[in-house]
Every structure is written in structure tokens, then in C-alpha cells.
């Protein structure tokens, strides 16, 4: 069996005695039912996915930035050299970038994995940075997976992004970060992305798998004017009119080649994997969010490993969020990427297990619930 098809058949739904008795205990802890709001939700689904009331603590996490070059960026749908994608690389391997601000305050380690990434990261990568595989991951120093399946996408408004065995490869490539992570002792897993461009395709893939119009899914991404975000709107139905076929009958994996980018693939996969372990993952923005949807369409169940870190600013995300039946844990209106959003996520993650976990009950406290 394939990696994938193997990682497709472990991915099972929630346990639901351990969500029934994490409900069961939310309602019986010393606060008024459904007080801690989200939170409550959160620290049920995480129990229903370990397969036991109270979870396990969501630590120590890791942030993977799966990073990719587009094809699409030649449509001027960006305002930025694709360059910036390889050079924002070894920002990450520099310490210098937002996600490793955030990841240092939450103690998370950060991986950053080369899945196509269209410029040489040679000269680039400071000495020691670069791993040989997931399990050499730690907190000290971000590292470097060098794992390009090809340099930059196609673009996907005038052919196919990459071909089908380019998006298993990606997909498994995603698969094998998270399994490696996970055997290395992580419990958390975050999803970050750097690729210039990668708004775009993002705003293809909301609209095939959740049937919005162009429009509605596609923003403003980096930054772009009123002229720029019409020829971006433009460019994206032009890709679902071309793919329409794909779209109608395709499977995930066909959907994300036609459409996506080698970054999108590999966080499916990573999802995908996460879900497989048993281990949750929070996602970060819109790039996540349209990936997730991804895995969704390959295993429905694998949402039910996912945490919703945030929700961005760009306009799809609220769709592909609504889609996969996740509510974002804060809206700090971020259009970054990187995984920051699912980094500030993490803290609020972790308190939500240790309110199910450590909070006493009305009879353990001798605290007089209400009256029925
Ligand atoms: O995470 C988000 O929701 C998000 C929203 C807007 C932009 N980004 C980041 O910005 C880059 C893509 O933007 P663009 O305008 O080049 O498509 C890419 O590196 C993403 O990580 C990310
Ligand atoms: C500078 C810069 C940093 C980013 N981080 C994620 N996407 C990005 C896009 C740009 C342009």
C-alpha cells in the first residue's frame, strides 16, 4: 500500500465515549455550562481524538512552513518578486522572521520544508541548518528539510499546476514531515506557509471544493490594489472554467494538481498524517484553510483532528472555514501567514486542555450547582 493510501485508511473519526465524557466533565466543572465559550469545544474535540477525558497536554508543539513557488505569479496576481519566497526561507532559518518571534514565546520548534520553492536556496541556508529528515527537529534552532518535488508550480489558469504523481509526492512528502515530528516526541502540530502567489491559488481551490464564486473567495493577499484584485478574480475563474471538468469529477488529489500549489499539497498530507497519529494540528490562514479542505475530500474525518488557529483577513478563509464546520479560536485580522496565527492560537489551545484537565467539579470543590 502507498504511503498515502496507508495514512488515508488510518484516519478515523472522534471516539465518542471520550467526547461524551469530555462533555459530560465540561458541564460538571466549577463555572456556569458552556462559560469558557470555545474553549470547551476545543478541549471535547481534542478528547475525542486522543480517545481519552481529560486529553493529553498539547505540548511540545511544532510549526512546519511548507514552502513553494507558483506558476500563476506570471499573471501579475502579486505585487511581489517570487524571489521573496526563497529569501523569506532563510529568514525563517535565521531566526528573523515573524513565526520564529512567536514560536520562541511558545516554545515551539519550527521546521521549515523546501516543497518547491522556484529559486536555489544555495548560499542561503546557514551552517547547520539543513536536516536530514523531521526527527532532527528541535526548539534550539529552526531547520531545513530540503524536499523540492519540482521548482514552482505550472500555472494553473492556463494548464495544470503539476501532475498527479507531483501532488502524491507532495501529499506524502507533507505525510512523512508529520510522522517524523510526531515520532520525535511532538504533540502538536502547526501548519505554516510562505509562497509568493499562493492567495491565488488558495481562492481556486475554496471555490471547486466549496462552490463559491471567484469573487467571493478571492482578497486582496499581500497587499494589491482595486486593478490587481480584478485581473486576480479574473485569473481565478479563467482556472475554474479551464478545470471545470476536474472540479466536477475530480478527486482531491486531482482537484490540488489542477489547482493548487506544491505548499497546499503537503499541508493536506500534513493534516492528513496529524490525524493519522492522533495528534492535533492547528491551522494557520487562508493557504491552511484551503488545504484542509484538501484533506477533507481525501478523509472527511481528518477535520476532526484540526483546531482553527484564526481566522485571516482574506475573504475565502471564512468560507473554507465554514466549509469544514471549524470556528477560528481569534480574529486579529493577520494576513501573514507562516503559521503565525496558528502559533498565537497554541497557548490558548493548551489552556482550554488544562481548564478540562485541572478545574474541579461542583462536587469535589463543594461548590452548589444551580438549581435545575
Ligand atoms: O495566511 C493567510 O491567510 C495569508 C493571507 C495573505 C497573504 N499570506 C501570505 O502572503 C503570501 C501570498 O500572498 P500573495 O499576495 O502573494 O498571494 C504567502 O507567503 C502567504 O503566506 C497569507
Ligand atoms: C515580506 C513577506 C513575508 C511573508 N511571510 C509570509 N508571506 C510573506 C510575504 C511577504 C512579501
Redesign the pocket.
Known sequence: MSTLTETLVAVRPADPAATRAALDRQDRLTKPRGALGQLEAVSVRLAGLAGTCPPPMPEPAAVAVFAADHGVHAQG??P?PQEV?GQMVANFLAGGAAINAFARRSGAAVVVVDAGVATSLDGLVPDGAVAEDATQVDADAPKLLARKVRPGTGDLSTGPAMTRDEAVAALELGIEVANGLVDAGYRCLITG????????ASAALIAAFTGASADVVTGR??G?DDETLNRKVAVVQRALDLHSAVVQEGDGVEIVAALGGLEHAAIAGFVLGAAARRVPVIL????AGSAALVAQALAPAAVDACVAGHR???PG?AVALAALGLTPMVDLEL????GT?AALALPLVQAAVAALGEMATFDSAGVADKGE
Do not use: P
Open positions: 496576481v502579486s511581489w519566497t506557509d510562505m509562497g509568493i502567489a499562493n492567495t491565488t493577499g499581500t494589491i494557520d490562514g487562508v493557504i485571516s483577513a482574506e478563509h494576513r501573514l501567514g507562516e496565527g
